[in-house]
Nanobody, 123 residues
Framework: QVQLVESGGGSVQAGGSLRLSCAPS????????MAWFRQAPGKEREGVAA????????SYADSVKGRFTISQDNAKNTVYLQMNSLKPEDTAMYYC????????????????WGQGTQVTVSS
């Protein structure tokens, strides 16, 4: 059973930055796609960004384009989400996901999920 371990969440003021990390635990796992989703209280889980591991192509939600960057470190088998210019509306639980990712924004396109890491942005 693949487990995804996230880290890097926290509290920051608007305009600040955070970097989230996600790595599989237990054994090496090479999915087609790794993604970050987020879920705010009372809202649906939404796709934030995704990276296809074979060619490092990326996709982003319109709300984070130009502010967030997803990347991968193949040597460490880790995916990162660099979040800059954070806004209060970015406040949510952020989840790492792994799977086929077709389409990238669909939560049901992913087989494995992390437990989530909280990101809180204050104004």
């Amino acid at each position: 059973q693949v487990q995804l371990v996230e880290s890097g969440g926290g509290s920051v003021q608007a305009g600040g930055s955070l970097r989230l990390s996600c790595a599989p635990s237990g054994y090496t796992y090479s999915p087609n796609c790794m993604a970050w989703f987020r879920q705010a209280p009372g809202k649906e889980r939404e796709g934030v960004a995704a990276i296809y591991t074979s060619d490092s192509s990326t996709s982003y939600a319109d709300s984070v384009k130009g502010r967030f960057t997803i990347s991968q470190d193949n040597a460490k088998n880790t995916v990162y989400l660099q979040m800059n210019s954070l806004k209060p509306e970015d406040t949510a639980m952020y989840y790492c996901a792994a799977g086929r990712g077709l389409p990238w924004w669909l939560r049901y396109a992913y087989n494995y999920w992390g437990q989530g890491t909280q990101v809180t942005v204050s104004s």
